[in-house]
C-alpha cells in the first residue's frame, strides 16, 4: 500500500505478523479507513501502529465507553487506598441516593450494573448528559427499573456518573480531576476526560456508519432502542424530548471538555494501551498503579448471564467487561472496557499484555469493531511467544 493507505509505525522484533494482520484489516476496509492500534508487553511498547488520511499516532478519537476503564481505574485505587469500600451502601457516601429503594445497594453492585438505575423517566437533554454531577442530581430520587441485585443490565449512559458521585462524596474530588492528577499526568497518557482546548486540533470527528444494504437489513431487524418505555430505550436515553444519537456524542465539545465518565473520553490507541500498562506493569520506570490483588478483585466476574438491556449474554466485573467473552483466548482475570465506535482496550495481567485499538469511522453494528478479533489474536500470540 501507499500513501494514505500505507500502515505507519513501528513493532518490536517478534511482532511483525501484527503489522502484517494490521495491514490486511486497512486493504480489506473502506478507503478512508483511520485507525491505531497499539500494544504494550510488561510495560514495554511492542506495537504501534496507524493508517488513514490525516492521521497519525498522536491523533485523538472519541472513545465512547472506553471512558469506562479509565473511571473505575480510579475507583479501584481508592479501594486499594482504602478510601472506599465495596461492601459499604452507596447511601452511606451519598445519602440522598437511599431514596426510592436503594438504600441498600452497595457500591459492589453499583460496579456490576446491578443497581437497575439505568436511566431516568423522561431521558436527559444532552447538556445533561454531558455533565456527572447533574445525571447523578436526577438520579439519586429515580426508582430503580429492577431490584438492585436481583438482576444486571449495562448501566450505559450514567454508571460513570454514579460512581463518579460516590468518588466526589467520598474525597471532596471529582472523578475526572483524581484521573487527571494520578492516572493521565504522571504517566503521561493521551487519554483524557476532559479534552483542554490546546488539543482539539490532534481531534478527529466520528464518521457515521456507512452500512451496505446487507448490513442495513440487519440493522433494520434488531431491537428497536425508541420503542417508549423500555430499558434499551430509557439506558440509551432515546426515551425523552431530546433522543441520544449516539455516533455523534463525541462531536460536541461539550461532551469533550467536561469528559463525562460513561462516554465521553477522548484518547489515542497509546493512551488506552499506555493506561493499562501503567495499571498491571508500571511504564517509563514508574510502578503499576494496582497490586495484583485489586486488580484480580476487579476484574472478578460479578454479573454473567442475561443483561436486560442488551438483551444477550454478557459478563462484568467490577466497573470493567470481561474481554474474554470476545476473545476467548485470553488470560483469567483479563478486564477493560470497548467503546460503541469501535475502541478496545484492556489488560491481561497473565501475558503482561496491554492492548488499545482505536478507529474514525462509526462501526457496524456498534461496538467493540469486528477486526478487533483478528487483531488481538495476533498481538496476543506474539506476547505470549516472548
Known sequence: MSGERAVRGTVAEGFEAVREEFTAVVREERPDYSG??????????VVDLWAGPDTDGDTLHGVYSSTKGAAHLVVALLVQDGTLDLDREVAHYWPEFAAA??????????????????GADGGFT???????????????GQRPYWRPGAAFGYHAYVIGALTGEVVFRATGRTLQDLFEER?????????HLGLPEEHEPRFRPVLPMDPTPEQR?????????????????????????????IETVPNSRLVRAKGPASVGGVASARGLAGMYAAAISGTAGRPPLLDADTAARFAQLHSVGHDLVAGARRSYGLGFINPALLYPFLGAGSFGHSGAGGSQAFADPRAGLAYGYTRRRFPFPGGAAEENARLVRVVHTAARAR
Open 36 to 45: 491505531q492500534l497499539c500494544a504494550y508487553v510488561q510495560g514495554r511498547k
Open 101 to 118: 429503594g436503594k438504600e441498600a445497594v452497595t457500591l459492589r453492585d453499583l460496579l456490576a450494573h446491578r443497581a437497575g438505575l439505568v
Open 126 to 140: 444532552f447538556e445533561e448528559l454531558a455533565d456527572d454531577r447533574v445525571i447523578a442530581e436526577r438520579l439519586a
Open 217 to 245: 437489513a440487519e440493522l433494520d431487524a434488531a431491537p428497536v432502542p425508541d420503542v417508549p418505555g423500555t430499558l434499551l430505550s430509557i439506558a440509551y436515553n432515546r426515551n425523552g424530548a431530546q433522543p441520544t444519537d
Open 183 to 191: 492516572v493521565r499526568a504522571p504517566y503521561g497518557l493521551d487519554f
